[in-house]
């Protein structure tokens, strides 16, 4: 017991020691929290409360796997039950199925699944789209989960126009989802939400069994998820929460902050405890993130502080463009590695929205700095991976109609898009899943004699894959992949060339079913793994160890640390965002997120803000964001990148992204700084600046600079055109050759751009012609856009 408290400080302590009764943790971003909540447990366990008594719920699954990890080491063997909540609820619902018209052996559906049965809700539904997207509706549908409201409620209410399209939409969709035994990840939180809400005994026997309930960033539940554990939480109301209402940041996807706002509302007997000392960032960062956080209202007061040396100045840069920006903070990686003052995996880059990236991937690449971008479920979104756990879905759950419709014809079958049209008409009509309407092939008029063989062959095939569902999961795979045709069908696709092989990648799951059955020698089982599967969530992919610069978007920073951080595109519409501007709750939100995206960095921090940006193809203007004049800006050292460039120097071809659109230069401007004044009068104040400036700036003045300027156009460009000849011609710009433009040559006649490479003079396109491709540089091709 002793040892549980050694090195704890006393506020820590006094949530550690917490038995009965609720208890709310605000923990302060590095404010050793996994440690408190693992240690509590191990205190639990220590005061005599057994292990299956005990609940700890968490939002990822490598929050899940650390804490259990931790806990292990506390009290070796306890089989406290750790998970997402949403694993809870799918473990839950398989004992309880029954009691929401579902089977033990339901299926999760995942986005894309759930978005095929979207689109044939809203056929069925027989409603317009004009005024509403599937997206919108799949939207709202899921709001309405969240909140707990059921198809039957929306029924008779006043309704916007997508809400009221979406309410139609509603009732089909679950009607499908029941007809197929599956459920989408809403579903795992609203049927056990209202399992919990309809079945008193039910409810009393859980609120029994899990006496002891812990929470992880409660400050992320959403309605659903407060109603399951305020219901688990009457009877023996010992609910311990831990979070930070500073650091909500998911309501778009449902999260209500006054979940953990009025938590002390909802329980009056609640102990507070408040740990406010940071262990990760140094006091700089610090003062940073707090300062900025306090213009939010909608909080609980902390005063953060740490103990840590205090490092650097926080930077904020101002870059030109968001290429300078790339190229920038990749070269500050490249020398700091190469001075031996950290490695790539110190190094991590957080940006609001995910096509940020790309001018940063090419500016790494071309520096051969190897980077991971952090966006989870890519693996089991690769095409021979879905096909084959569609397959597995089937073998388990025979309603499952949109696995039946991916693999019935995979490999090629003969089995037409009209054939499982007419499979799925029938099924609709008889209410019965697709493979029973398979089975009755022979009934459906509308069937060509060879597709009704064809259908019957697939499911004799079908019979024979499940007579191993209960097998171990490797020996299904392999002999699904060889049953099915698979692997020959990959064989005889496969790609010698191709660095991201199918046949790799289907080994890679086989590697996969392997370890599942080296983990779960008992309990192992099909539904288990394809559980598993769907739960997999957006920082699963995070690798900790790999040697390699970490990108991500701000949201799934969430969680974790980094010695050296850069924050990009800290930019007006960008951070906040600009659909967030008209509702002060959600400006705050994004307050909140820049704030999570601070505190992550330990040791060094850069923001950055450019003057242009590429945005949806068009180099434009930005400002900076609001939020910059919220820090403490006497503290910051602020450094501004002023490049005087000559878009025609031979020697300035940094190999820029293949799809950059330079800005129209007038030629007499074309070696004069591009700068556009747009800083806000709040940075024109005394703090450390530095201005950097090109080495190849020409520092004899404006004329001498653009009268080299004309010399080196003239000497680039020979007897084809004169510096006079561009100044009076109104050529076609450079960036309108884009791949898969249709232009027209004297010699070769009409040809199609398949790929554009280089920037300014060296702005080279390949094109398809009848007779082959062949490259020309733009500058001095003869081509002619044809419209």
């Not at 804490?67 to 292990?72: C, F």
């Amino acid at each position: 017991m002793a040892g549980l408290l050694d090195q704890l400080t006393q506020p820590q302590r006094d949530a550690v020691t917490h038995v009965d009764g609720p208890l709310l943790i605000l923990a302060g971003p590095g404010s050793g929290k996994t440690r408190v909540v693992t240690h509590r447990i191990a205190h639990l366990l220590e005061q005599g409360i057994p292990a299956w008594q005990i609940a700890a719920l968490t939002f990822t699954n490598k929050a899940a796997e650390e804490m259990g990890h931790r806990v292990n080491a506390l009290a070796p063997g306890a089989k406290v039950w750790m998970g997402t909540f949403h694993r809870f609820c799918a473990q839950l619902l398989r004992r309880h199925a029954a009691l929401v018209g579902l089977a033990e052996n339901y299926s999760i559906y995942d986005t894309s699944d759930s978005k095929q049965a979207m689109k044939h809700a809203i056929a069925a539904a027989g409603v317009s789209l004009t005024h509403a997207s599937p997206e919108k509706i799949a939207s709202s549908i899921s709001r309405s989960k969240n909140r707990l409201v059921t198809p039957e409620m929306l029924q008779g209410q006043s309704l916007g126009p997508v809400e009221a399209i979406a309410a139609k939409v509603y009732p089909v969709y679950q009607q499908h989802l029941l007809t197929a035994n599956a459920v989408d990840f809403d579903d795992l939180l609203f049927h056990v939400a209202n399992l919990l809400r309809y079945n008193p005994e039910l409810r009393s026997d859980l609120d029994a069994k899990f006496r002891y309930i812990l929470v992880d960033e409660y400050q992320d539940t959403n309605l659903a998820q407060y109603a399951i554990v305020r219901a688990l939480s009457i009877d023996h109301p010992n609910l311990a929460v831990t979070g930070d209402p500073d650091q909500s940041i998911y309501g778009w996807r449902g999260a209500d902050i006054k979940n953990i706002l009025d938590f002390e509302k909802d329980y009056p007997s609640v102990t507070t405890v408040r740990l406010e000392q940071n262990y990760r960032s140094t006091p700089n960062i610090l003062r940073v993130a707090d300062q900025l956080i306090r213009h939010n209202r909608r909080r609980k007061q902390k005063n953060l502080f740490t103990d840590n040396p205090e490092g650097q100045p926080v930077v904020l840069r101002i870059f030109e463009s968001g290429f300078d920006e790339a190229d920038g903070i990749a070269d500050d990686i490249v020398n700091a590695i190469a001075r031996g003052d950290a490695t790539a995996n110190d190094f991590a880059i957080f940006c609001r929205i995910n096509a940020m990236t790309r001018s940063l991937e090419h500016a790494l690449r071309n520096r051969g700095v190897p980077y991971q971008i952090i966006n989870g479920v890519e693996f089991y979104q690769r095409k021979e991976i879905k096909d084959l756990l569609a397959y597995l879905h089937l073998i388990n759950n025979p309603c499952h109609d949109v696995a039946l419709a991916r693999v019935i014809n995979t490999p090629t079958r003969g089995i037409g898009a009209k054939s499982i049209e007419h499979l799925r008409s029938f099924a609709e009509l008889n209410r019965i899943p697709m493979l029973e309407a398979a089975r009755r092939a022979s009934e459906i008029r509308e069937l060509a004699k060879r597709s009704a063989t064809m259908i019957a062959k697939f499911v004799s095939l079908y019979d024979r894959l499940a007579t191993k569902a209960t097998a171990p999961l490797e020996e299904i795979l392999r002999f699904l992949v060889t049953e099915s045709g698979y692997a020959t069908y990959l064989e005889n696709s496969a790609n010698d060339q191709d660095e991201n092989s199918p046949l790799a990648n289907v080994d890679e799951l086989i590697t996969a079913a392997v370890e599942f059955d080296r983990r779960h020698p008992d309990d192992g089982s099909l539904d288990a793994f394809l559980e598993q599967v769907a739960l997999v969530s957006d920082t699963d992919a995070f690798e900790e160890s790999s040697e390699r610069v970490t990108m991500m978007t701000l949201h799934a920073s969430k969680g974790l640390e980094f010695p050296r951080v850069f924050l990009i595109g800290v930019e007006d519409d960008m951070l906040p965002h600009a659909r967030s501007k008209e509702d002060e709750s959600q400006v705050e939100e994004e307050r909140r997120l820049l704030f999570v995206g601070i505190t992550r960095a330990k040791e060094f921090l850069q923001l950055s803000c450019c003057k242009r940006r590429s945005i949806r193809g068009d180099f434009r203007p930005v400002i900076p964001s609001p939020f910059l004049n919220e820090l403490p800006l006497q503290e910051i050292e602020r450094i501004e990148t002023k490049v005087a460039r000559d878009w025609f120097n031979e020697d300035f071809d940094q190999s820029y992204p293949d799809s950059w659109d330079l800005p129209e230069i007038d030629v007499e401007q074309s070696t004069a700084p591009l700068s556009v004044a747009i800083e806000p009068d709040e940075f024109n104040q005394d703090v450390p600046s530095v201005e950097l400036t090109d080495d190849s700036t020409d520092t004899g003045g404006t004329s001498s600079v653009q009268e080299k300027g004309k010399k080196r156009l003239i000497s680039a460009l020979g007897s084809l055109k004169t510096a006079s000849d561009l100044l009076t011609e109104t050529p076609t710009p450079l960036t309108a050759y884009r791949e898969g433009a249709q232009v027209r040559h004297q010699q070769y006649g009409e040809g199609t751009i398949v790929s554009v490479t280089g920037r300014g003079p060296k702005r080279t396109a390949t094109i398809r012609f009848d007779d082959g491709d062949h490259n020309f540089r733009l500058a001095f091709a003869k081509l002619e856009l044809v419209q």
